[in-house]
């Protein structure tokens, strides 16, 4: 056999072992994070997914390349981790790229100058950055308004508008935007509405059921899940847009590499475990800063006291591991915590194994000008919490002892 021949059998085997060995229509979450878009490697019998480190693929013949060409095209460890997130999101297909804003950029070069999107006024502070980058300089209109009341957001819809950017819960106020009443609007319209789920993911909130048309994520935080993997996904629910964001992903280029996609992959394993567990602890947490003197206000999905407590309970299963609250006595109460606390580190991001703290204004949305911080109602006051996997007992003695010193 020559090793043209050779070759060309074993790419046949590979391309039988591809139909997916399990069928998991009917199975729970926790299953399907295991084992979709997940086949042992056809090659070795490896059931963790190789890190498949190679930029380029033998083709079989002139003309003829095999599933993969060029990792900036497609990656087999970048193709299980996309294959993995759209069967959680209960999508057609999914795109993972080097962080979540490379997804949301990549996203949103289906616009163009002169279309509108209406965007909630507390998103992700570099959400914010990059919608004001493309009106710009790139004659995108945007407005920015809060998305909880639904008359307004129909109020605001233009000839032109485009789209509609969901952040739900939003961060760091966990304002909760009804799905439905936005996707219902958004189609009526002929508008494309957008959520951004990175705050709950999959496990919590699915916004396809919703009939929402697209998902992002920054990948980075909980799917990941252990401060150590940058990425972000964009996610379709229908066939509709496959085409246009596969060709823009592998236009732009900014796709994830197989590294990041292999951490992600580990991480997504234990995702329900880690959801379940963080969000335990976020409660408690939330009940003792709620009895805290110091403390004026928590903002925490899972408080009966949430303003959208019944949306909340109505569209997810779960209110998740982050939180923040307003201190009485100011920034210097704020600095002094975010300062003082010794298991909680001083950081941006969230979603890890690790507890983190940090104060919204001046970190994850200080590029936010001080209208806008207004408007949104970030306060200087306002600390952010994102719960880790220590034990709760330690979290608790560390807020207590810096809030109290
Ligand atoms: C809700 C949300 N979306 C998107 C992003 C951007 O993700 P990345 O930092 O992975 O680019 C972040 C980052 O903090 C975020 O909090």
Not at 185 to 196: C, P, T
């Given at each position: ?125 570099g959400t914010i950055r990059m919608l004001n980058l493309l009106k710009k300089n790139a004659g995108i209109e945007v407005s920015f ?261």
């Open positions: 056999m020559s090793v043209i021949e050779a070759l060309q059998t074993s790419q046949d085997e590979i391309t039988e072992c591809k139909e997916p060995r399990l069928d998991l229509s009917g199975m729970k979450f926790q299953t399907k994070a295991i084992h979709a878009g997940i086949d042992p490697d056809p090659a070795t019998g490896a059931i963790a997914t190789p890190i498949h480190q190679s930029t380029t693929y033998q083709f079989k013949r002139m003309g003829e390349p095999g599933e993969f060409e060029y990792s900036r095209c497609g990656n087999p460890t970048r193709k299980a981790l996309e294959d993995n997130l759209a069967a959680l999101e209960g999508g057609v297909y999914s795109a993972a790229l080097a962080t979540g804003q490379g997804a949301q950029i990549t996203l949103l070069n289906l616009f163009q100058q002169g279309d509108h999107i209406i965007c909630g006024n507390d998103v992700y502070g308004i809060p998305l909880t009341d639904v008359d307004r957001v129909r109020a605001e819809i233009r000839s032109n508008t485009r789209a509609i950017w969901i952040e739900s819960p939003s961060n760091p106020l966990f304002n909760i935007v009804d799905l439905e009443a936005i996707a219902a609007l958004a189609r009526e319209n002929d508008v494309i509405s957008i959520v951004d789920n990175t705050l709950l993911t999959p496990y919590f909130q699915r916004p396809f059921q919703f009939g929402i048309d697209l998902v992002v994520h920054s990948a980075t935080k909980y799917l990941s899940g252990h401060n150590d993997g940058l990425g972000g996904v964009i996610i379709c629910r229908e066939n509709k847009f496959v085409e246009d964001i596969a060709f823009t992903a592998n236009a732009l280029g900014a796709v994830l590499g197989a590294f990041d996609a292999w951490l992600i992959l580990r991480g997504i394993k234990t995702l329900a475990l880690r959801m379940r567990e963080q969000q335990k602890s976020a409660l408690k947490i939330a009940n003792f800063l709620q009895s805290h003197s110091a403390v004026s206000r928590v903002y925490y999905p899972g408080l009966p006291d949430h303003p959208q407590y019944a949306l909340i309970q109505k569209q997810t299963s779960g209110f998740g591991g982050m939180l923040s609250f307003e201190l009485k006595d100011g920034i210097e109460k704020a600095r002094k915590l975010v300062e003082g606390t010794e298991l909680f580190y001083m950081t941006e991001s969230f979603g890890g194994v690790e507890s983190l703290i940090q104060h919204p204004q001046t970190m994850s949305h200080s590029s936010m000008s001080p209208e806008a911080l207004a408007e949104a109602g970030i306060t200087e006051k306002l600390v952010r919490v994102s719960v880790g996997l220590e034990d709760c007992d330690d979290l608790l003695a560390d807020l207590e002892r810096a809030l109290d010193a």
